[in-house]
Nanobody, 122 residues
Framework: QVQLVESGGGLVQAGGSLRLSCAAS????????MGWFRQAPGKEREFVAR????????YYTDSVKGRFTISRDNAKNTVYLQMNSLKPEDTAVYYC???????????????WGQGTQVTVSS
């Protein structure tokens, strides 16, 4: 079992930055691939970024490439999402997730956090 708690969301102006954190409980955090997803009002949940268990492999959806960076610190049981050059269309609830497989598909992730709101004003 893994419990995930996101933090770091908030209100920011377009062009600004936020750093999301996802703290995981349990001693097996380093065994899991981690992902960030987001869901905007009236839209389906979408993949944002994912990172392998070691941190050696990352992948991003096209709309955030060059602006967002996913990273992890296995010693701290934490995964991060650094978000720069934020745009109003990045407004959503952001969720972190843990799974046994590296994937962009939400169905491959077994554990989810409660989400943190990110609002980007124009």
């Amino acid at each position: 079992q893994v419990q995930l708690v996101e933090s770091g969301g908030g209100l920011v102006q377009a062009g600004g930055s936020l750093r999301l954190s996802c703290a995981a409980s349990g001693r097996t955090f380093s065994r899991y691939a981690m992902g960030w997803f987001r869901q905007a009002p009236g839209k389906e949940r979408e993949f944002v970024a994912r990172i392998s268990w070691s941190g050696g492999s990352t992948y991003y959806t096209d709309s955030v490439k060059g602006r967002f960076t996913i990273s992890r610190d296995n010693a701290k049981n934490t995964v991060y999402l650094q978000m720069n050059s934020l745009k109003p269309e990045d407004t959503a609830v952001y969720y972190c997730a843990a799974g046994n497989e590296i994937s962009t598909w939400s169905g491959k992730y077994d554990y989810w956090g409660q989400g943190t709101q990110v609002t980007v004003s124009s």
